[in-house]
């Protein structure tokens, strides 16, 4: 049988959102947060954490080799960061419109990052680009998860 996707799942699609050590450092976790929910999007996970280089090389893998791999790793790593997990219809496409551009400087106001962000290199969110990436990121920080 061909595999389709059934109403079921794409209501329950679930993706991989993370609140960078930038956006905890300057307090702006909760009103970040708020966004989402306001998306009605429902938060099925959530832990604070300073993460590790097994979960940031795993996170980061497609980008290993590039310039900036190092100075992300470095900034990846430099404080607690807030890693969730969202479900909803179309949850992966929503949290990436919601996020806006990679660079806060080209993301449109009222996004994410044109509203918080202040350089492509603290661009205080990350979010799954896909929802085969979503089914690879949310198991490095949540391994036990449904
Ligand atoms: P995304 O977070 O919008 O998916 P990616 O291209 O996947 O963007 O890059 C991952 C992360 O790497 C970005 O969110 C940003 O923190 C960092 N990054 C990407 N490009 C650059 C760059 O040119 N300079 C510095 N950091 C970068
Ligand atoms: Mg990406």
């Known amino acids: 049988m061909d595999r389709e996707v059934s109403q079921s799942e794409e209501m329950n699609e679930r993706t991989f ?26 938060m099925v996970a959530k832990q604070q954490l300073v993460v590790n280089k097994a979960q940031s090389g795993a996170l980061y893998t497609e980008h290993e080799g590039k310039p900036f791999y190092d100075s992300l790793l470095t900034y990846i790593h430099s404080g607690p960061v807030i ?3 969202w479900e909803g219809s179309g949850a992966v496409a929503l949290v990436r419109k919601l996020i806006g551009a990679t660079n806060p400087t080209d ?21 799954s680009d896909s929802v085969q990436s979503a089914e690879r990121e949310i198991p490095i920080f949540f391994p036990g998860l449904d």
């Open 17 to 42: 959102f993370m609140l960078k050590p930038d956006a905890v450092r300057r307090g702006l976790v909760e009103r970040i947060l708020q966004r989402l929910e306001d998306a009605s999007l429902r």
């Open 83 to 85: 890693v969730t997990v």
């Open 107 to 127: 993301a449109a106001s009222g996004t994410i990052r044109g509203d918080f962000g202040l350089a492509i290199d603290e661009n205080v969110v990350h979010g």
